[in-house]
């Protein structure tokens, strides 16, 4: 079974940039493609990014594109999220999660598990 622990989240001006780190403490993380979501207030769970397992493929969304990139180190059993030119509406908590499959590491109701969350507050 895995564990995720997500950190890296805080307040930050529009523009600037955070790094967030996702811990897993199982000794499965090679078997699981990571992902990370992001839940703003009154929005449902959304897909940002994901990652295979040995790293070399990964898929973000549209909207971060561009600022937004997604990496692991296989050797730490960490997932990063490098977050650049934040905006406003990327305020939310955002979380990782480890699906076996790609299809289901892009849906949050196919992710097997979860971490608790970090919060993302970027101010204008």
């Known amino acids: 079974q895995e564990q995720l622990v997500e950190s890296g989240g805080g307040l930050v001006q529009a523009g600037g940039s955070l790094r967030l780190s996702c811990a897993a403490s199982?000794?499965?993380?090679?078997?699981?493609?990571m992902g990370w979501f992001r839940q703003a207030p009154g929005k449902e769970r959304e897909f940002v990014a994901a990652?295979?397992?040995?790293?070399?493929?990964?898929y973000h969304t549209d909207s971060v594109k561009g600022r937004f990139t997604i990496s692991r180190d296989s050797a730490k059993n960490t997932v990063y999220l490098q977050m650049n030119s934040l905006k406003p509406e990327d305020t939310a908590v955002y979380y990782c999660?480890?699906?076996?499959?790609?299809?289901?590491?892009?849906?949050?109701?196919?992710?097997?598990?979860w971490g608790k969350g970090t919060l993302v507050t970027v101010s204008s």
């Open positions: 990652i295979s397992r040995g790293g070399g493929s990964t």
């Open positions: 999660g480890a699906a076996l499959t790609l299809s289901s590491v892009t849906k949050a109701q196919s992710i097997t598990y």
């Open positions: 199982g000794r499965t993380f090679s078997r699981y493609l």
